[in-house]
């Protein structure tokens, strides 16, 4: 008797227990790892097939073939309620591939949450038109680094995707001010956008984003040399903005500097290069800016020792990253000088 509840008591170890352990262990895991323990043994196979929860990520990184896999991929039933793709700097992956999921698996891609084509430079409008058909849920859209893309694609892309949340255009230097009409029409909910080197845009497209994306929390202009505080005024009028990168803004001007400082929640704030600033705007930002946490002057040469000295009454107990590197105008600035400012910091150089 005591042999056979013992023998009961392992089976039900086997059955109920270990699997129980596995899905917890595995829900950790990479899901490269997770693929890979599927191969160990047909139990452990079925066992973890069997929890939708383990397989609502696909992760095709920088993997070769990566368009017949993300096929493949999506013809198995375990894929059937995927959540987020991950093909960032895949390799061959093409328009074709896009339009096969269009006619094969849509229904794989209704729960669709996150589509990351970050470097995927042979995808043009045309993919993008069939993949976001298939992804009405779509919130997080990025497409780092592709010059096919243009008002035609971002015109799908608004068109199918109705509740985008987070949007990153970054590199995609063949879009206009159309554009962000587009975007500023259709997702006044948008809470991250990145237009890092989209450089045909201007003062035009930015304040239609500013008047009518009014929840934005993340906002990123590196690299746009070309606005003007004719846009960059209205930025004050981003109440729930946390981040904001302007490297590059070589217009800006401390007046809009002083507007923009009226956003009290930032923590993040890149002025990178902003040649034209001085004391007086980043003396702004100092007493508008109170929750301050990272900042970078790298390169601008009108401030002195006196913003730093505004910004340790109002910043020196927020402040962990501040880059001062090359602002001749600031003669205290060794990581000891600084230190004596603002006691928290723990990065001194941003920009190498």
Known sequence: MAAEAEETEELAWSRETIPRVMKIACARLPQRDLVS???????????????PSLWLVLDLREMTNAGNRLLGA???????????????????????????LENEYSESLKSLETLNLN?????????????????????VFSIYWNVRVTDIGIKHLVENCRHLVDLNLSGCKNITDKSLELVADSYNELQSLNLTRCVKLTDIGLRQILFKCSSLQ???????????????????????????????????SDDALSCIAKCGKVVALNLTWCVRITDKGVIAV???????????????????????????????????TLDVNGCIGIKRRSREDLLKLFPHLKCFKVHS
């Open 37 to 51: 323990l599927l191969l160990v043994s047909p139990w452990l196979h079925r066992t973890l097939v069997s929890y």
């Open 74 to 100: 999506l013809s198995l039933p375990r894929y059937r309620q995927v959540k987020r793709i991950d093909l960032e700097f895949a390799q061959d992956i093409e328009d074709k591939h896009l339009e096969s």
């Open 119 to 139: 470097g995927c430079q042979k995808i043009s409008d045309k993919g993008i038109a069939a993949v976001t058909s298939c992804c009405p849920n779509l919130k």
């Open 218 to 252: 993340s906002l990123n202009l590196y690299a746009l040399s070309s606005l003007t505080d004719n846009a960059y005024n209205n930025i004050s009028s981003l109440s729930h903005l946390k981040y904001l990168d302007l490297c590059g803004a070589q217009n800006l």
């Open 286 to 320: 100092a007493e508008g800016c109170v929750s301050l946490e990272f900042l970078s002057l790298f390169g601008i040469v009108g401030v002195t020792d006196k913003c730093l000295e505004a910004l340790s009454t109002t910043c020196s107990n927020t402040l962990t």
